[in-house]
Structures are given as structure tokens and as C-alpha cells.
């Protein structure tokens, strides 16, 4: 390296580095809070081993999936309150599809499973455009009548799936410290989101969440963009649902109704802003993690785990409050 | 002047909203190399054109024809396809993104942008500066350079000069006529005839939904012959008179101080402003872009506290905390953005009544007749046009404006704060709202004016107030307050009595 | 804008939408009237007196909830707390019946007001979007009972007598009790909303509330009143409908969010606020009910029965959407 390079090096990437953060907090903090969280557990709980690890990270695969169901729709300027009803479905499809079958059968079960997921996705963003009903209200219809499509298919819990198909998020394979519920996370994540955040595709779904006339006027179709972000967050809400079905081994009709409000838990403590346009994956999937870990470490604690939903609201309303509060001593200047 | 075939044809477009006819048959002809001005009064139909020729909304009827080929757009995508771009007064620039992912999502090469920001002054930019970060006026200009750098055949510059300071105005201009003469074609839609005048070849008149004129700006009286067009000739004999008569009129420049200011100071803005407004006297300011002006307004009108100094109503210590502390000391804010200040989708008589509903006390039952009378009172003075639907969104912004100004006298005042009043409204109305404030400080009132097209000043006020750096740096009489001098001012510089070259 | 009107006629299709348009009380009129000779067609002989006086006693909590729920939304709002808040409430009132009915009674209105100013706290002071407050206010809420529940396990919740008589029977056998709560209610907010101050201001706070704050409104007190109200109708609604089910359990109202959402929006009220009123959530309360009744009379199973009520609602809220374009 010339000596130029050496002396023009640090400043430029500090500063780099420094307008990555302020850009984007929740990817600093979220694992910070993580890794502190974490801590905390093992503080509490120093029996916590490889086993702990494993559950955790199967019980945070479901909540993991519905956030970035969520987030997707968000980040585009929408919401939608069918991820829930959505996981059910995909459960009980699941539950009752893969009961008698094979390892492989439970495998294209899945993707006809994923492909509902997109049609549904489908069909709330095309409702939204047609009918020109307001999101909140088409998807908390579109939730209600799939939580009829969820009983129809399957009125009690039960049915099941070949354990090789559980083992695919339960357990480990390469490391005892390495779950397989995060591989499993990691994996699909990143082949659904990964295609889409580099692309074209993605630039539109951030500028139509970011200001939709703008993006209009600049050419976008922010009709296509926003059916798009319906799309995937349906396939994402099938994986839910699929996981769903790795955690429990069964399925059951209400199973995924929670998600709804706990996904949105996560993508708002995650740094996704709801106005839309700015947040990304990863900072809801560790919120997803840091969730779960509440009623871990409150059974640990021996605090009564029923507290752990009032944590949960609590924790939203804390996080938005203080969120909205920014905002309005910025806005004061 | 290149070549001078027809490049866009239009011919009697048609376009209706419900029971409202924005345009019954619209024609517009223009040819390459040449800059055309749209010229219309508010509600003629003109963005409705725009909305069309851009994709943003599709014709009832008629025909646009570009390069001899009968086009529909059915979407902005597909008009910058055919190769016609717009720029509006509000950038479409989406503020999470970069600048470079914003020309991404255009289709148009950074290099390319970058060669017109050069041109237009802007040398440094850091492509990856979110666009929220970047100041008002540089995102108008990267707007206006990525419209340049997707070549368009027809570009569309919509008040592309509001709120632009003179000297970036300037440059705007030097690249238009220099588009010209490469044989592009611009349409330029502005309500300053100054600019139309020395900018535009031709001007094409719409009033009422139809196309009443086209004039060609270079033959002598193009000026009035544009304003009789747009207004009727009517209505422009009877402005004209309206403006000679308010000028004659007297100010009482010895009345008791309405609003005393002293050694204003808040944040970075303003930094020490002084002045007095008197009873039954309209005091200009005047100033460039981002000199204070805003936030001065907003601290005497409650919408910001400011830091240091003393404000006093009619000699009563003034330091509001919300805009109902000024309005109880009579001081009322007419904003800049007349949106901002309407609820779009209730009545003329509702918006009208608003501020009577400040206070606790008002949330009970409403005293029905008192509240008509006094509405229809402040709507037959100012002579508002309420044939137009029930939501006050479908006003024409003349219209709108008058609403605000009509909750203001139904609710009573005494010291009205207008900021820029005229902006984006048409001349007919602009002339109506300098006698009306004319009027208002004449009837005991005092009224603090500023506006962003110096010309008025001279034409609505007594006196008048330049703003520098957040500071008063001038005083002077309207009678003495030409662009020239005010100009001189608004720059920090000594305004001499001689004429500015 | 100047009006240049369309020379041609209008065709009678035409004019008959904007009939409906500009009276859109009457297109729901006509909608409820469908539905009930819907009833009448695969059930001849069910629409009796005492058949509508039924209806209108399982209307009522609906249209306690939507009263609420109405304010909210005029305001650009929604709350997502009142099924929890209703259940609440009412499992509080069942849980403490034996320290006095009107004590218990205003110990569930409690909640409902508590939780309204939590809401009306994080949205009008701190910004906070109104979907993620409730919800989490929900969420919230119902994390508090489930413990409560817990502690509560050796108790026997009891309900009232006073309150199982409003919430079930009726005076003379014809006229539901609880229409004595509802229908002073009803006029009441019609009332306020047309001709008091606090009425305009719902309204012009859903319509721009910087316009609001510029004319001198304090839009905080306009919004944290309206919530504060949401939560005690819901409070309301939810001590109602434990009258007449007999049954406190914490799921009481939980198919209750929905409908409440639903009859607002068929009944004309925006979600973005400043447009609507409460007669047409009235309506729109009583048409959900009937459909109620209507899938029931199908007999054709509860899962069936969600798929088709959701279907129905996206079907008139869409029409509604087309309607008033």
C-alpha cells in the first residue's frame, strides 16, 4: 500500500462507518440488546446449555418468520393482520397433509404449502388494490376468514408430520451449539429475502413504503410493488406455519393467531419503522429471538409465565411511545 | 430557434371528476425548440392537463398525438418512456433512499445527473446522502437534473421557480433556453408573468376546462393579452381598477403599536429581529429564501417558541406557547400552504368556524344562527365562489385561500400575520386579497405581510422590512420599496436609490 | 374550480347511484332489508316482533362497541383494544359481584377508562400510531387478566342479577333492556356529533389536525377524550354482553373486534378520518347482526359460517368504497 492509501484510509471509513449506524440503529442495538439478554439468562439460569439453546431457538423460528412476514409489508407501506390466521392455515394444511407420509412427501407438501402462502398473499394485495378498502381492514377481514379456512380444514388439534421432517428444526447437526432451527432460519430467510433486497425489486418495495407519490411520479409501480410485499409476506406466514408445525408436531387451528400482534411486536422493537420505508429483516428476527427469551428467562426467574404477554405489550407500547416521542422533540427543532 | 415541426399535439381533451368537468376540450400545440407557457387561473384545468400528458390520470375524450403517434399513457412510467418527464414543485425524490438509489429507481445514469448539477452550480455531491438529509432546494435541483439527464422530448417544468432564490432561478433559465436551442421543447407553467415573459415563445390560455388562446410573447401587449384571457375581460377591467384604487389609499402611520418586537432570537434562524408594526398599517417583509422569514412568522404566530427576546400584542408581553395563546392575543397566522391550514373534506361553513372552538368551553352545544350569520358574513365579503362542492379540497386555491382568511373574520382579530398569501394563486384573486388587506389595516387592523415576489410589497404595503441572515437589516417606505432596492437589501447590501443592473 | 356541468343526461343507473350516494343511509336501509328478507326467504315465518326485539337485544353491545369505535375512527384512529377490554371488564364485574353490583359495575367501567387514557396518553401526547397503541394496549390488558385470572382461580366469578336482566330480557317481554343503555347513547353521540363543539372537532382533528392546532384547537384534548370514551363503551358493551351470555370467561368479546371495526366502515365513517357519523355505524350494527342470524339459519357450520361473514364484509365494505368514490 502506497503511503497515500494508508493516510486517506480511517477517515473515509470511519465516516462510512459512522453514517451506517446513524442510518441504522436497530442493527447495532438489536444485537447488543440480544447479547445482554442473553447474559442476563445465563446469569439467572447458569444451567443454561446446548438444550436451552435448541429450544429457544425452535420456539423463536415461528415468531422469527411471522416478523419478517410482517416487516415486508410494512417496509412497503402497508400492514397486514392475516400473518396469524395465515400460520394457522399453513399448520393445519401441514398437519393434516403430512401425517402418513414420507420425508420426501412432507417435503412437496411444503411447497404446495408455500404456494398457498403466495396465493394468499396474492389475493390480499390484489383486494387492496380492487376494492380500494384500506389495508387495516382488508387483512383483518382476509385474517378472519382464514381462521375459518383454518377450522374448516381441521377442528381440533391434531394430525402430525415424519419426525425426519421435525428434525429439520429441532435439534443439531453440525454443532451442539449450532441449532438447527437457526440453519433452518438463516437458510430460508435468506432465500426468499436475499433475491428480493438486492434487486430492482426491493429498491421499489423501500421507495413505494418511503413516499408512494414520489416513487410514482419517479415511475415506480407501486401497485405491483405493494402485491409483491403481500406475496412474500404470505410465503413467509406459510413458513411460519411450517414451523409451526416443527415446534408443536402437530397441528391446531389456533395456533398461529397470536403472531399477528407478536410479529408486530417484533418488527417495531426491530427499528422497522411503520410509516414504512426504512427497517430491514434483521433487526425483527433477533427481536423475534429477544421475544422469545421472555418467558425463558421468566419461568427461570419463577415469575409466573402468564406475565409474559403483559411483558410483550408492555414492551410495544414502551418501544413505540418512545419512538413517537423522538420524533415529535425532532420535529420541534 | 431549431427546427419548428410540432412535436405534441393535443386536441380536445375531455376530463370530468364526478359532477365536475375539469376539462371539456383542451387544445395545446407544441413545437421542438420552443419553451410554451401554460397559463391558466387556478381551476382552469391545467394540472388536470399536466396529470394527463404525464400518465397520471387517462382522458375522457380527445387525442394526444406525440411525434405524429396517437399516445395514451396509462402511467408516469410509460410517459418518461415516450419521453415526456415532469418536474414539480415538490421534488420526486423519496427521502429513505439515496440519491443514487433514487436515480436507480428513475432509470437514469448518476454520471449523466451529475453533468447537469455541475451546470447548475451543485459540483459536490455525495451520491449516497439520503435524500432526507439534503437541504429543500438542492433536491429540487437534482430533480430538476434527473428529469434533464433522461433526455425527455418534452419536458414539463411546473413553478419550477417557487421558492427558488433569484440566482438558482437564474440557472434554471440559462439551461432552458439552452435546451431550446438544441431543439427540445419545455412547458412552463408559472403564475409570474415576469418570467413567461422573458423566458416563453409562445402561451397557450386555458380558462374553464378549454383552451382560449394561444399568444405569441414576443408581439408587443402579450402580457395583457394573456391576463384578459385568463381572467375574461370582464374581470381583468375591473382588477385593474381594484389595484390602482387600493394603492392610493392612506396609512395611518402614527397609530399605536400592534405588534412591538424586540431582539427576537431563536436557534440558529433568527438571530436578534427588531421591528414595530402599527395599528392600521400593512408592513412587508421581504426577504430570500431561508433568511428567518418562517420561523419569524412562526414565533409571533404561537407554531414555535422562541429562545431570547420579548414580543408584545398591543402592548401586552406575547410568548405563546401554541398557536391558541397568540390567537387569544388577536394575532391570527395565515400560512404559506393554505392545505395546511383547511380540513379538506368538510364544509366552507365549517372551516370557516373553526376557530371558535379553541377553548373548553366551546365543546358544547353549538349556538347554530349566531355561528351561520357570522360565516355567511365573512363569506359575502370576501366573496367567496360557493357554488363548487360541499368539501373545501374542491375549491379552486384562490377559493381556499379566502376560506382561511374567512375563519379569521368570523372569529374576530386584530393583528393578521400572511405569510405569502399569493403563492400558486391566480392574478384575479391576488388582486382582491391586496385591497382586502388594504381594507383590513384601514379599518383598524394591522397586518405583517410576506411575500416571496417582491413586486407586491410595493403594491399591498405602507412600509416595508427587509430580513437578512435573521436579522432586519432595512427599512423603508413601499413607495421606495422597487425590486431594485429590496433586492439590494435581501443580499446584505446597502440599497442605493439608483436602478440595479 | 368552476363547474362546467356534463351536457348529456345521466342514464337512470346513473342517477340512482348518486341517489344513493349522497344518501347513503338509504343504500344501507335497502342493504338490512335484503338481509332480512334473505331471513324471511329460507326461514319463512322467523321475522316476528319478537324476532326483531331479539335482534335489537344482540345488536346492542354491537352498537355500544361501534359507538366507540366510530369516535375513534373520525378521528383517523382505530382501537384494536376493545374486545380485551370488554372481557375485561366484564370478567372484573363477575369476579367482584360480591362486593355490590354497583360497585363491581363501576369497577369494569374503571378498566375501560384506564385503558382508554393509556391509549389516549400514547396517541395524543406521544404520537404514537393508534393500530401499534391499541394493540399493544390489548395486548397488554390481556396479559393482566390472564394473571388476575390465575389469582382469582379459587373464586367463583358470579353474574349479577341486575346485569343478566339487561343484558338478556326485556320489559314487557318486548323491549330489550339494554336498548334503555343503547338508545340513550346513540342519541347522545348523533347529538354531540352534529351540533356540539367537541363534535366539530372530532371531525376537523380526522380531517388535518395541524389545521386544528393552527386555528388554536389543543388537538390532544379532542384526541385523548375520544379514546378515553372508546374505552368505557367498550367497558360498557363488554359488562352487556356478560349479561346476556351468563358466561365470564376471557374470550368473551374476542369475536367482537372485528364487527366493531366493520359496522363503522359499512356504515360510512372513513378510516382516515374527518368523514361519517354514527347513524350509519348504527346501521351497519344492525345489518351484521341480521347477517349473524342469516348464516346461523343456514346451519351450515361455524367454520363456514367465519369464511362467509368475512366474505360479506369485504364484499359491502368494497361496494361502499365504490360508492363514495
Known amino acids: ?252 387451528p389456533l395456533s398461529g393467531t397470536i403472531y399477528t400482534l407478536s410479529g408486530l411486536a417484533a418488527i417495531v422493537i426491530g427499528g422497522v419503522s411503520l410509516s414504512g420505508g426504512k427497517g430491514g429483516i434483521v433487526g425483527p428476527v433477533i427481536a423475534a429471538i429477544l421475544l422469545s427469551l421472555i418467558p425463558a428467562d421468566l419461568i427461570f426467574l419463577n415469575i409466573d409465565p402468564n406475565y409474559g404477554q403483559v411483558i410483550q405489550g408492555t414492551l410495544i407500547v414502551i418501544v413505540v411511545m418512545a419512538g413517537g416521542f423522538a420524533a415529535s422533540w425532532q420535529a420541534r427543532g | 430557434m431549431a427546427d419548428t415541426g410540432v412535436v405534441l399535439s393535443v386536441h380536445d381533451i375531455a376530463k370530468g371528476f364526478g359532477s365536475v368537468q375539469a376539462l371539456s376540450a383542451a387544445q395545446l400545440d407544441i413545437r421542438s425548440g420552443e419553451v410554451h407557457a401554460l397559463m391558466g387561473a387556478n381551476g382552469a384545468g391545467k394540472s388536470t392537463l399536466v396529470k394527463i400528458l404525464t400518465g397520471v390520470y387517462s382522458a375522457d375524450g380527445g387525442t394526444v398525438i406525440l411525434n405524429g403517434q396517437p399516445r395514451v399513457f396509462h402511467s408516469p412510467a410509460e410517459a418518461r418512456g415516450a419521453g415526456i418527464v415532469s418536474v414539480y414543485q415538490d421534488p420526486a425524490l423519496v427521502p429513505d433512499l439515496t440519491v443514487a438509489q433514487n436515480m436507480r429507481l428513475a432509470r437514469v445514469a448518476l454520471p449523466d445527473v451529475r453533468g447537469w448539477l455541475d451546470e447548475l452550480g451543485i459540483s459536490q455531491l455525495d451520491d449516497r446522502a439520503l435524500v432526507r438529509e439534503l437541504p429543500y432546494t438542492t ?104 389595484v390602482t384604487r387600493s394603492l392610493r389609499s392612506t396609512a395611518n402611520s402614527e397609530g399605536p403599536a400592534a405588534l412591538e418586537v424586540k431582539n427576537l432570537h431563536y436557534g440558529h434562524a433568527l438571530n436578534g429581529v427588531s421591528f414595530m408594526l402599527r395599528r392600521g398599517e400593512v408592513l412587508g417583509v421581504s426577504a430570500l429564501e431561508g433568511q428567518g422569514q418562517q420561523e419569524l412568522f412562526d414565533c409571533i404566530a404561537g407554531v414555535r417558541r422562541y429562545d431570547k427576546g420579548s414580543i408584545a400584542a398591543d402592548g401586552k408581553d406575547l410568548k405563546p406557547r401554541h398557536p391558541a395563546d397568540a390567537i387569544r392575543a388577536g394575532v391570527v397566522l395565515i400560512p404559506a400552504n393554505r392545505l395546511e391550514a383547511l380540513l379538506p373534506q368538510r364544509s366552507i361553513a365549517e372551516n370557516a368556524a373553526l376557530a371558535g372552538f379553541g377553548r373548553l368551553a366551546s365543546w358544547g352545544p353549538i349556538a347554530m344562527a349566531d355561528e351561520r350569520s357570522r360565516v355567511a358574513n365573512a363569506v359575502r365579503r370576501l366573496q367567496i365562489d360557493t357554488r363548487a362542492e360541499a368539501e373545501v379540497k374542491r375549491l379552486s386555491g384562490g377559493n381556499q385561500q379566502k376560506v382561511v382568511i374567512a375563519r379569521w373574520l368570523a372569529s374576530g382579530f386584530k393583528t393578521l400575520l400572511c405569510f405569502d398569501p399569493t403563492r400558486g394563486i391566480d392574478i384575479g384573486t391576488k388582486q382582491q386579497i391586496y385591497a382586502l388587506v388594504r381594507e383590513l389595516a384601514s379599518a383598524g387592523n394591522a397586518v405583517l405581510l410576506f411575500s416571496s415576489e417582491m413586486p407586491e410589497i410595493a403594491l399591498a404595503c405602507d412600509r416595508a422590512i427587509v430580513l437578512y441572515a435573521g436579522r432586519v437589516v432595512h427599512e423603508m417606505l413601499a413607495a421606495d420599496a422597487n425590486e431594485a432596492s429590496l433586492l439590494r437589501a435581501a443580499h446584505g447590501l446597502p440599497p442605493s436609490g439608483g436602478a440595479l443592473q | 374550480m368552476s363547474v362546467a356541468h356534463k351536457s348529456s343526461r345521466p342514464s337512470s343507473a346513473e342517477t340512482i347511484l348518486t341517489y344513493l350516494r349522497r344518501n347513503t343511509i338509504v343504500a344501507l336501509l335497502l342493504l338490512l332489508a335484503v338481509f332480512i328478507a334473505g331471513i324471511e326467504t329460507v326461514r319463512p315465518g322467523t321475522v316476528t316482533p319478537l324476532w326483531i326485539s331479539n335482534t335489537l337485544l344482540f345488536a346492542a353491545p354491537l352498537g355500544i362497541f361501534a359507538a366507540g369505535q366510530t369516535l375513534v375512527m373520525l378521528t383517523g384512529g382505530i382501537d384494536l383494544s376493545v374486545a380485551t377490554v370488554a372481557s375485561g371488564s366484564a370478567y372484573l364485574l363477575a369476579t367482584n359481584a360480591s362486593h355490590g353490583t354497583p360497585q363491581a359495575i363501576l369497577l369494569g367501567l374503571l378498566l375501560g377508562l384506564l385503558v382508554g387514557l393509556a391509549n389516549g396518553v400514547g396517541i395524543a401526547l406521544m404520537r404514537v400510531q393508534p393500530l401499534v397503541m391499541t394493540l399493544g394496549t390489548g395486548l397488554m390488558t390481556g396479559g393482566f387478566m390472564i394473571v388476575y385470572s390465575q389469582q382469582m382461580l379459587a373464586s367463583q366469578p358470579r353474574i349479577p342479577a341486575f346485569i343478566q336482566a339487561l343484558g338478556a330480557t326485556k320489559l314487557f317481554g318486548a323491549i330489550p333492556y339494554d336498548l334503555f343503555v343503547w338508545a340513550p347513547i346513540a342519541a347522545f353521540i348523533i347529538y354531540a356529533l352534529r351540533r356540539s363543539g367537541f363534535g366539530r372537532l372530532i371531525y376537523a382533528v380526522g380531517d388535518n389536525r395541524v389545521a386544528c392546532e393552527l386555528a388554536g384547537v389543543r388537538v390532544w384534548r379532542v384526541l385523548l377524550s375520544a379514546y378515553v370514551l372508546c374505552g368505557v363503551l367498550a367497558a360498557l358493551a363488554g359488562i352487556i354482553l356478560v349479561g346476556g351470555t351468563n358466561a365470564s370467561n376471557l374470550s368473551l368479546a374476542d369475536s367482537y373486534l372485528l364487527p366493531s371495526v366493520a359496522a363503522v366502515i359499512i356504515g360510512g365513517t372513513s378510516i382516515f378520518g374527518g368523514r361519517g357519523g354514527y347513524s350509519g355505524s348504527i346501521i351497519g350494527a344492525l345489518i351484521l347482526t341480521v347477517l349473524t342470524s342469516l348464516l346461523t339459519l343456514l346451519d351450515i357450520g361455524e367454520p363456514v359460517k367465519q369464511i362467509l361473514y368475512g366474505s360479506i364484509i369485504l364484499a359491502m365494505a368494497a361496494a361502499y368504497a365504490r360508492l363514495t368514490d
Open chain 1, 1 to 252: 500500500m502506497s503511503r497515500n492509501d494508508i493516510e486517506s484510509l480511517p477517515p473515509e471509513s470511519l465516516a462510512v462507518a459512522m453514517r451506517f449506524l446513524r442510518r441504522n440503529p436497530a442493527l447495532v442495538g438489536m444485537p447488543a440488546l440480544l447479547i445482554a439478554a442473553m447474559i442476563f439468562t445465563v446469569i439467572v439460569h447458569p444451567a443454561f446449555g446446548s438444550f436451552e439453546l435448541q429450544s429457544l431457538a425452535l420456539a423463536a423460528l415461528p415468531l422469527a418468520l411471522a416478523a419478517c412476514a410482517q416487516a415486508v409489508v410494512v417496509i412497503s407501506g402497508g400492514i397486514d393482520l392475516s400473518v396469524g390466521p395465515m400460520m394457522s392455515v399453513a399448520n393445519v394444511l401441514a398437519g393434516s397433509l403430512m401425517v402418513h407420509g414420507s420425508f420426501v412427501g412432507a417435503l412437496l407438501w411444503s411447497v404446495l404449502i408455500l404456494l398457498v402462502g403466495a396465493l394468499e398473499g396474492l389475493a390480499n394485495g390484489l383486494l387492496v388494490k380492487i376494492s380500494r378498502i384500506p389495508d387495516v381492514v382488508v387483512s383483518l377481514t382476509t385474517g378472519f376468514i382464514l381462521g375459518g379456512v383454518a377450522l374448516l380444514i381441521m377442528e381440533r388439534p391434531g394430525g402430525g408430520a415424519p419426525a425426519a421432517f421435525l428434525d429439520l428444526a429441532a435439534g443439531t447437526t453440525f454443532s451442539e451449539w449450532v441449532p438447527n432451527a437457526l440453519i433452518f432460519l438463516v437458510v430460508v430467510v435468506g432465500a426468499v429475502w436475499t433475491p428480493v433486497v438486492r434487486s430492482r425489486l426491493g429498491l421499489l418495495i423501500y421507495a413505494t413504503g418511503s413516499d408512494r407519490v414520489a416513487a410514482f411520479r419517479s415511475g415506480v409501480d407501486t401497485d405491483f410493488a405493494r402485491l409483491v410485499a403481500y406475496v412474500i409476506s404470505g410465503v413467509f406466514s406459510a413458513l411460519g406455519g411450517i414451523a409451526l408445525t416443527m415446534t408443536t408436531g402437530i397441528g391446531a
Open chain 2, 139 to 242: 433536491l429540487r435541483l437534482i430533480d430538476f437534473a434527473r428529469a434533464l439527464a433522461s433526455n425527455p422530448v418534452i419536458l414539463l417544468l411546473d413553478e419550477i421557480t417557487a421558492a427558488l432564490p433569484a440566482d438558482l432561478a437564474e440557472q434554471v433559465f440559462k439551461i432552458v433556453r439552452a435546451w431550446r436551442e438544441v431543439g427540445k421543447s419545455v412547458i412552463f407553467i408559472s403564475h409570474r408573468m415576469a418570467e413567461v415573459s422573458s423566458l416563453c415563445d409562445r402561451a397557450t390560455v386555458l380558462r374553464d376546462g378549454k383552451t382560449v388562446g394561444v399568444v405569441e410573447m414576443a408581439a408587443k401587449g402579450s402580457d395583457e393579452r394573456i391576463v384578459s384571457l385568463m381572467l375574461g375581460a370582464e374581470i381583468a377591467k375591473r382588477t385593474a381598477a381594484a
